[in-house]
C-alpha cells in the first residue's frame, strides 16, 4: 500500500514540475500583443476571439506538421494581422530568421515602418528584444536569435541571398510573374527554405483569376477548409455565401442598412449583423475531404461576409455598385467574396472550345487527315507543345498537346508515330514550329540540329502584308557549327489568331473547321481564349486579357498553323493516304525548304 502511495506522489510531483505545453501563436498575442488607437478601432490587448477564424492560421506556424498555409481571403479580415502576430510570437518565443515579402520594395517599406516596426515597438515583451533604430532599418528588423527581412517580389537578387527556415508572402497575386533571367519570385523564395524541414511558409492574397498564384496555391494544398459557422437560431453550421444574402435592389442607404440580412441555408432564420459575432466565436474551420494523413500543406478561404467590421448591407451596397461594370464587379468578386474572378464572356468562350470536342480520343489521328504538324512555346525551363492534324479543305483537328521539360522531351514526342483511327497505319508529324522568341540563339541551334523536323519561327510585334515571311539566318552570324545558312519565320501572329478564332466557328466536322479531340480539358480551353481584341491606335490586335492567365497552348496553335503553311496544307486533296512507316528526312513530296539554299 505504501508503495502505491510513494508511485503516486512521484507522479503527481512530476505532473506539477512538468513545464507547460509550448504557447500557440493566437495564445501568445492574446496575452501579449497591444493594439494602439492607430492601428485599431479596439484599442488594447489582442484578442483572437473577435477574429476566430484567424486562430488556425496563425497556429499553423506552431503545429508540427503544417510547412506551407495558404489563405485564400478578401480584404478587411485582419489577415495582415495574423503576419504581424506571427513575427511578434517568432521574436519573443521561437527566434529565428523571418523573410517578409510584398509585391515590391516600396511597399515593403511602407509596411515595415507604418505597421510593423510600430506595433513591434507597442508590444513590451517584444520591443526590448528588437535592435535600437541605429541597426534596424526599413527593410531590415535585427533582434536576439534572428532578424526580419522585408523585401520586394521585384527584386529576384534580394529573395535568394538569405536561407530562411520562416517566410511570409503577403498579396502574392500582385508580385510580377518573371523577373528577368531568375526564375519566378515565389519559386525563388521556397528555394531559400528548402534546407528547413520545419520550415514555414504562410502564402496569402486577394485573388485575381484562376491562373493567380494563390487560387493555384490553394487548389494544390492537401487539405482545403471553409470556415463554419452556426445559425443563431437552429444552430446548424454552414458557410457563409453571397448568394444567401438578401436584400433591396435599391440604392437608398436607409433601406439597405435596414432591409438586408443572412438567410440560414436551413431554416430561413433572418441573421443581421448583432448576430455575428457570437456565430463567429462558435465557428471552426472544417476540411472539404476526409483525410487519412495529417497534411503538409493547408489552404483556407474566407469572404467579407465573415468580417466583424463590415456590415452585411455594405457588401449589398458594394455589389449593387459594382454588377454593371465588369471592372468593378471584377474587384467585387476578388476583393469582397474572395474568389477568383472568371468573366461570363471568358467562359463562354472557353465553352466553345470545349464543343469543338470530336469522337476521336487524344493521340489517334482522324482517318480523314492527310498531314501532322506540331508548334512549341517556349518558356524558361519548359516546352509548352500541340500536335494538330490536318486534310483537305483546310480541315483540322488536334490531336495531342502537354508540357516537357527538356528540348530532347520534345524531339522524341515529335518522331511519336501516331496511330490512325481504324487502321494499323500510323502518322508522323511533318513538321514542328519552335517559338524563338526566348533564348533565340538556342533555339535557332537546336532547329539546325533537328533539321528538317524542327524550323524556328518568331512573332512580330507589328504587321507585315503577309502571313509570314522569311529571313535568312547566316552560319558567320550564329556559330561555326552552322555549315550552311538557316531560315527563321518571321510570323503575323495577329493574323494567325484571327484565323483560328474565324475557323473556330466552323461546325465540326465541315470543310475549314478547327476541331479538338475529345480529351481536351478546360486548361487548354482557358489557354486558347486567354486573349482578346481591343483597339490599339487605328487597329485592333489580339492582347492577353490578364498576365495571369497563360496563352501558351494558344501560342503552339499559331505555330503548328505556321507550319502546316509552309507544307502547303492548302493543297492537300481528297484521296487515300499513304501513310510512311518511318521519316526518312523527306518533305513528303511538299515543297518547303527550312534551310536557305
Known amino acids: 500500500m505504501w508503495e502505491k502511495n510513494l508511485n503516486d506522489t512521484i507522479r503527481n510531483a512530476r505532473q506539477a514540475f512538468r513545464p507547460p505545453p509550448p504557447e500557440t501563436v493566437s495564445e501568445w498575442a492574446d496575452h501579449h500583443r497591444i493594439l494602439t488607437r492607430e492601428e485599431s478601432p479596439s484599442a488594447g490587448l489582442w484578442k483572437t476571439s473577435n477574429t476566430p477564424y484567424l486562430q488556425a492560421i496563425m497556429d499553423s506556424f506552431t503545429d508540427k506538421t503544417t510547412q506551407v498555409t495558404t489563405f485564400l481571403k478578401p480584404s478587411q479580415v485582419g489577415a495582415t494581422e ?27 517599406k511602407d509596411f515595415s515602418v507604418d505597421r510593423l516596426q510600430k506595433a513591434l515597438k507597442n508590444t513590451p515583451s517584444v520591443a526590448k528584444k528588437v535592435s535600437g533604430a541605429d541597426r534596424s532599418k526599413a527593410l531590415m528588423v535585427r533582434f536576439t536569435g534572428g532578424f526580419i527581412r522585408l523585401t520586394g517580389a521585384n527584386s529576384p537578387a534580394k529573395l535568394a541571398s538569405w536561407p530562411i527556415p520562416r517566410v511570409i508572402m503577403d498579396e502574392v497575386d500582385k508580385y510580377p510573374l518573371w523577373t528577368g533571367r531568375e526564375a519566378n519570385p515565389i519559386s525563388l523564395v521556397k528555394e531559400r527554405t528548402k534546407n528547413w524541414p520545419w520550415r514555414k511558409i504562410l502564402v496569402m492574397s486577394t485573388p485575381t483569376t484562376e491562373y493567380g498564384y494563390v487560387y493555384k496555391a490553394y487548389k494544390e494544398s492537401e487539405a482545403h477548409y471553409r470556415f463554419y459557422v452556426p445559425c443563431p437560431e437552429c444552430g446548424h453550421f454552414q458557410v457563409l455565401e453571397f448568394k444567401n444574402l438578401k436584400f433591396p435592389n435599391t440604392d437608398d442607404e436607409y433601406r439597405l442598412s435596414h432591409e438586408t440580412y443572412y438567410m440560414c441555408e436551413k431554416c430561413n432564420h433572418h441573421i443581421h449583423d448583432r448576430d455575428k459575432i457570437g456565430m463567429l466565436r462558435k465557428g471552426k474551420w472544417i476540411a472539404d475531404e476526409k483525410l487519412s494523413f495529417t497534411p503538409k500543406t493547408v489552404g483556407f478561404r474566407l469572404n467579407t ?45 472557353a465553352r466553345q472550345v470545349l464543343d469543338k470536342k470530336t469522337d476521336v480520343p487524344a493521340g489517334i489521328v482522324p482517318r480523314w487527315a492527310q498531314m501532322l504538324t506540331a ?25 495531342a498537346n502537354g508540357d516537357a521539360q527538356t528540348f530532347d522531351d520534345i524531339i522524341n514526342i515529335m518522331n511519336t508515330q501516331w496511330p490512325i483511327e481504324g487502321s494499323d497505319k500510323i502518322l508522323m508529324v511533318r513538321l514542328c514550329a519552335v517559338d524563338s522568341g526566348f533564348e533565340s540563339e538556342r533555339i535557332y541551334d537546336l532547329c539546325y540540329e533537328n533539321y528538317p523536323l524542327t524550323i524556328p519561327v518568331k512573332g512580330l510585334n507589328h504587321k507585315i502584308s503577309k502571313y509570314y515571311q522569311v529571313k535568312q539566318l547566316n552560319p558567320g552570324d550564329h556559330g561555326s557549327r552552322w555549315v550552311q545558312s538557316q531560315l527563321l519565320y518571321e510570323v503575323d501572329t495577329n493574323k494567325y489568331k484571327d484565323l483560328i478564332y474565324y475557323r473556330m466557328n466552323k461546325p ?36 492577353e486579357i ?21 507544307c502547303n496544307v492548302r493543297l492537300l486533296q481528297e484521296q487515300k493516304i499513304e501513310v510512311p512507316q518511318a521519316r526518312q528526312g523527306s518533305s513528303g513530296g511538299y515543297t518547303y525548304s527550312p534551310f536557305g539554299r
Open 82 to 108: 495574423a503576419g504581424i502576430n506571427i513575427c511578434g510570437y517568432t521574436i519573443d518565443r521561437n527566434p529565428c530568421r523571418i523573410l517578409y515579402v510584398m509585391p515590391d520594395e516600396d511597399l515593403a
Open 546 to 566: 490578364s498576365s495571369a492567365r497563360p496563352n501558351h497552348y494558344l501560342d503552339c496553335e499559331v505555330y503548328a498553323y505556321v507550319a502546316a503553311d509552309v
Open 305 to 349: 461576409l465573415y468580417s466583424p467590421w463590415v456590415q452585411f448591407y455594405e457588401c449589398a451596397r458594394e455589389f449593387l455598385k459594382s454588377k454593371d461594370d465588369p471592372t468593378q464587379l471584377m474587384n467585387f468578386v476578388n476583393s469582397w467574396l474572395g474568389e477568383p474572378w472568371k468573366s461570363k464572356t471568358a467562359q463562354v468562350k
Open 375 to 399: 508548334g512549341v512555346d517556349c518558356q524558361k525551363g519548359y516546352y509548352y507543345w500541340v500536335i494538330r492534324a490536318w486534310g483537305p479543305g483546310m480541315r483540322s483537328q488536334k490531336i
Open 508 to 543: 465540326v466536322g465541315n470543310a475549314g473547321s478547327w476541331d479538338v479531340d475529345a480529351d481536351t480539358d478546360e486548361e487548354y480551353a482557358d489557354m486558347i481564349t486567354a486573349e482578346q481584341k481591343v483597339l490599339d491606335g487605328n487597329e485592333e490586335v489580339w492582347r
